[in-house]
């Protein structure tokens, strides 16, 4: 891609594309590291986001920071977004064509930060990246290597405030997954292919 990530956030900042550009109060493109090894993708900005212009700071956003914090990251260490960058009205589910419509600026997003590993929040976001109507109950707790990448696939935090909380097994889990991203974290980078294939030669 030949533009960068702060371009590409200009360029969604003034995004029409479909239906929740009416609605908001701005676009809330992404936040943290433009080089991070690791991208978190949630749903869609809720209420305080579109106020803030910034993903993940109302109640599930403490806990995704939170939870960062337990395995030792911090939100500038890593990069955030979303499946779509516009508030559905009254946190309503994005919809097929929106996701559809805003599927270039995370694609760009990805190509950009190029992180290792892609931690997917609830269900949008891993249908979105795993590219199947997977249900996240069935998905978390296994890694997906696609495009040189790692995928590892948990629960919204919105879900784990909705439901059982802190001593839930849902948050039990989250918190097992997170461990894994870390644990990704610290194994050497993979040698790129084509890096192989040259030392191969000698
Ligand atoms: N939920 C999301 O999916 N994204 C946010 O940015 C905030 C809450």
Redesign the pocket.
């Known amino acids: 891609m030949s533009m960068t990530l702060e371009e590409l956030g200009a360029l969604a900042s003034t995004c029409t594309l479909c239906r929740l550009a009416a609605g908001r109060t701005q676009v ?1 493109f992404g936040v943290g590291s433009p080089s991070a090894d690791v991208m978190f993708i ?5 209420y ?2 579109d106020k803030q212009g ?5 109640a ?2 403490q806990l ?1 920071t939170r939870l960062l914090g337990e395995v030792g990251l911090r939100r500038e260490d890593v990069y ?1 977004a ?2 779509v960058k516009c508030r559905p009205p009254g946190n309503r589910d994005p919809l097929p064509d929106e996701i559809d419509s805003c599927r270039p600026y995370l694609v760009g997003q990805l190509e950009l930060v190029r992180p290792r590993v892609v931690v997917t ?2 269900n ?2 891993t249908r979105m990246i795993l590219e199947r109507q997977v249900s996240i109950s069935r998905v978390r707790g296994q890694r997906f290597e696609l495009d040189g990448r790692t995928v590892v696939p948990t629960f ?3 879900a784990i405030l909705r439901g059982g909380g802190e001593a839930s097994a849902q948050m039990a889990a989250i918190r097992s997954d997170f461990a894994a991203v870390r644990a990704i974290l610290a194994e050497p980078p993979p040698v790129p292919a084509a890096v192989e294939e040259q030392l191969g030669l000698f």
Do not use: K, Q, S, Y
């Open positions: 809330v949630g749903e869609g900005p809720g305080h986001e910034e993903p993940f700071v109302g599930a956003g995704l955030i979303n499946v929040l609830g949008f976001a919204h935090p919105a």
